[in-house]
């Protein structure tokens, strides 16, 4: 997302985002030990959010082992941390204004895995600047990983952040491309390296926990029509956790919600395979000599 020539009061929200999740995510990749419930971690997460910015851009996610993505825990989820590879993925919003990054918490012995995202999100970061093709920045990533012995997850990539809208372009792959979209001072990007010791693909596992608003339209059953409003009311565009929703029977609503086209699904996301995968993400902005990190 372009913000063009920069606008200083943008930025500052984009800033503050940062800082704020830079701070709650080290907070809650701290409390990430054996006996811990995922519950925990999320909702230590997004009170923290929640006191100290506008609201969460999206449910914290807790991908553990082969997870990907878009694992959230469920209202009475009681899943405890073992030797897990856990990654958390975490969205602040001031104003609308997004910041999201992610980190991996080994408790896996797996070390090396951790850092083949790390590396890779350092050495895209060192590729960015005006003209920079996203394609490029992807090979730089693949490099790194590969270099590892290990694969990049090659159906994920980085994206743009707007306004209300947590994933838009340019894309970012997390390998190399001969066409790419080239980067102006002022887009908005997260690139996030996702590493595996698998082959390199996820696919939706059969776990629902996260929702969006796709199209507002009239709803005649009333306890989805409650849920709606909610929705509409407190979350806008953004991503929201089913555990969010207070209503008798909510699950219900949300899978009515989500046949009638109202709202968008996210299943978790898992390597093909069934092998670990670690990631690595910050949200910076493209300047005219590089780019500012927002959630360093």
Same mark, same amino acid.
């Given at each position: 997302?372009?913000? /063009?020539?920069? &606008?200083?009061?943008? @930025?500052?929200?984009?800033?503050?985002? #940062?800082?704020?999740? !830079?701070?709650?995510?080290?907070?809650?990749?701290?409390?990430?030990?054996?006996?811990?419930?995922?519950?925990? *971690?999320?909702?230590?997460?997004? &009170?923290?959010?929640? =006191?100290?910015?506008?609201?969460?851009? $999206?449910?914290?996610?807790?991908?553990?082992?082969?997870?990907?993505?878009?694992?959230?825990?469920?209202?009475?989820?009681?899943?405890? $941390?073992?030797?897990?590879?856990?990654?958390?993925?975490?969205?602040?919003?001031?104003? /609308?204004?997004?910041?999201?990054?992610? +980190?991996? *918490?080994?408790?896996?012995?797996?070390?090396?895995?951790?850092?083949?995202?790390?590396?890779?999100?350092?050495?895209?970061?060192?590729?960015?600047?005006?003209?920079?093709?996203?394609?490029?920045?992807?090979?730089?990533? =693949?490099?790194?990983?590969?270099?590892?012995?290990?694969?990049?997850?090659?159906? %994920?990539?980085?994206? #743009?952040?707007?306004?209300?809208?947590?994933?838009?372009?340019?894309?970012?792959?997390?390998?190399?491309?001969?066409?790419?979209?080239?980067?102006?001072?002022?887009?908005?990007?997260?690139?996030?390296? $996702?590493?595996?010791?698998?082959?390199?693909?996820?696919?939706?596992?059969?776990?629902?926990?996260?929702?969006?608003?796709? !199209? &507002? !339209?009239?709803?005649?059953?009333?306890?989805?029509?409650? +849920?709606?409003?909610? @929705?509409?009311?407190?979350?806008?565009?953004?991503? $929201?956790?089913?555990?969010?929703?207070?209503?008798?029977?909510?699950?219900?609503?949300?899978?009515?919600?989500?046949?009638? #086209?109202?709202?968008?699904?996210?299943?978790? %996301?898992? =390597?093909?395979?069934?092998?670990?995968?670690?990631?690595?993400?910050?949200?910076?902005?493209?300047?005219?000599?590089?780019?500012?990190?927002?959630?360093?």
């Amino acid at each position: 997302m372009s913000i /063009g020539p920069l &606008d200083d009061e943008t @930025v500052e929200k984009y800033r503050e985002a #940062g800082q704020i999740l !830079r701070q709650v995510l080290d907070e809650a990749a701290e409390m990430v030990e054996p006996g811990v419930t995922h519950l925990e *971690v999320a909702e230590y997460s997004e &009170d923290r959010i929640y =006191e100290l910015a506008d609201g969460c851009a $999206f449910p914290t996610n807790i991908s553990v082992n082969e997870e990907a993505s878009h694992a959230s825990p469920g209202r009475d989820d009681d899943t405890e $941390f073992g030797e897990d590879m856990v990654c958390l993925d975490c969205g602040v919003h001031v104003d /609308g204004y997004i910041a999201d990054a992610a +980190v991996t *918490v080994d408790l896996s012995g797996n070390a090396e895995l951790k850092e083949a995202a790390e590396e890779a999100l350092d050495a895209a970061l060192d590729a960015v600047e005006p003209g920079a093709q996203t394609g490029a920045i992807g090979a730089e990533i =693949e490099d790194v990983i590969r270099g590892y012995g290990y694969t990049p997850v090659l159906n %994920l990539s980085g994206h #743009g952040v707007a306004r209300w809208d947590a994933h838009t372009g340019p894309n970012v792959p997390n390998r190399g491309a001969e066409r790419g979209v080239e980067l102006e001072v002022g887009d908005v990007v997260a690139i996030e390296p $996702f590493a595996t010791t698998g082959s390199g693909k996820v696919t939706e596992g059969s776990k629902e926990e996260i929702y969006s608003l796709e !199209r &507002d !339209r009239s709803v005649r059953n009333r306890s989805a029509r409650k +849920v709606l409003d909610q @929705v509409k009311d407190e979350y806008k565009t953004l991503p $929201f956790a089913s555990r969010w929703i207070d209503a008798p029977r909510a699950d219900i609503a949300l899978q009515r919600l989500k046949q009638q #086209g109202v709202l968008h699904g996210y299943p978790v %996301l898992k =390597e093909d395979d069934g092998e670990l995968v670690s990631q690595a993400e910050h949200t910076i902005v493209v300047t005219e000599d590089g780019c500012e990190i927002l959630t360093e």
